[in-house]
């Protein structure tokens, strides 16, 4: 059974980037054609798509977050990660990994999420 | 960019009644595409529906997604007590893009 597990500080200071790693278990980030992707969802409202990888690196980003956001993969420790840079308060919210089905595209995997919060 | 507008914002509503989620795109939208969430409190959210019609593993029959174009529909044929949620619909454009409808709240009348 495929396990996506967030890792990363839950408090950062503004202006700073919040780094974010995934780490998928039960099978391998590389083995089939599958996108790796980061949605996030600021307390008590909804969810919204940040961008998304596949194992080969090529990436697609929300418009709206494009000039702050990279996300990079690492296939030897069955890894990705999002860097989310210049963050403010409005970047606060609870951050999920997730990997989106290869045909429709629909999420049938997510991690159980994190809480970032951006405060200094 | 497609925005998805769900309503209503809040359905509130008894245990064995019926509710019906409306999910409306701003353009024409490939059924293919288009997923239904249930999300908890404290949870990630749980995907019901896909393909528009398609129930994932494990949901229960009482859940059904219909509509085509820019008009779609979950409905909960009778409530349960586990199905007072927040649900979300969301679609695939083009570019790996995921766009996601603002939520339904389903409450307990």
């Given at each position: 059974?495929?396990?996506?597990?967030?890792?990363?500080?839950?408090?950062?200071?503004?202006?700073?980037?919040?780094?974010?790693?995934?780490?998928?278990?039960?099978?391998?980030?590389?083995?089939?054609?599958y996108?790796?992707?980061?949605?996030?969802?600021?307390?008590?409202?909804?969810?919204?798509?940040?961008?998304?990888?596949?194992?080969?690196?090529?990436?697609?980003?929300?418009?709206?977050?494009?000039?702050?956001?990279?996300?990079?993969?690492?296939?030897?420790?069955?890894?990705?990660?999002?860097k989310l840079s210049?963050?403010?308060a409005?970047?606060?919210?609870?951050?999920?990994?997730?990997?989106?089905?290869?045909?429709?595209?629909?999420?049938?995997?997510?991690?159980?999420?994190?809480?970032?919060?951006?405060?200094s | 960019?497609?925005?998805?507008?769900?309503?209503?914002?809040?359905?509130?509503?008894?245990?064995?009644?019926?509710?019906?989620?409306?999910?409306?795109?701003?353009?024409?939208?490939?059924?293919?595409?288009l997923?239904?969430?249930?999300?908890?409190?404290?949870?990630?959210?749980?995907?019901?529906?896909?393909?528009?019609?398609?129930?994932?593993?494990?949901?229960?029959?009482?859940?059904?997604?219909?509509?085509?174009?820019?008009?779609?529909?979950?409905?909960?044929?009778?409530?349960?007590?586990?199905?007072?949620?927040?649900?979300?619909?969301?679609?695939?454009?083009?570019?790996?893009?995921?766009t996601?409808?603002?939520?339904?709240?389903?409450?307990?009348?």
């Amino acid at each position: 059974q495929l396990q996506l597990q967030e890792s990363g500080p839950g408090l950062v200071k503004p202006s700073e980037t919040l780094s974010l790693t995934c780490t998928v278990s039960g099978g391998s980030i590389s083995s089939s054609s599958y996108y790796w992707g980061w949605i996030r969802q600021p307390p008590g409202k909804g969810l919204e798509w940040i961008g998304s990888i596949y194992y080969s690196g090529s990436t697609y980003y929300n418009p709206s977050l494009k000039s702050r956001v990279t996300i990079s993969v690492d296939t030897s420790k069955n890894q990705f990660s999002l860097k989310l840079s210049s963050v403010t308060a409005a970047d606060t919210a609870v951050y999920y990994c997730a990997r989106p089905d290869r045909d429709g595209f629909q999420i049938d995997y997510w991690g159980q999420g994190t809480l970032v919060t951006v405060s200094s | 960019e497609i925005v998805l507008t769900q309503s209503p914002g809040t359905l509130s509503l008894s245990p064995g009644e019926r509710a019906t989620l409306s999910c409306r795109a701003s353009q024409s939208v490939s059924s293919s595409y288009l997923a239904w969430y249930q999300q908890k409190p404290g949870q990630a959210p749980r995907l019901l529906i896909y393909g528009a019609s398609s129930r994932a593993t494990g949901i229960p029959d009482r859940f059904s997604g219909s509509g085509s174009g820019t008009d779609f529909t979950l409905t909960i044929s009778r409530l349960e007590p586990e199905d007072f949620a927040v649900y979300y619909c969301q679609q695939y454009g083009s570019s790996q893009r995921l766009t996601f409808g603002g939520g339904t709240k389903v409450e307990i009348k």
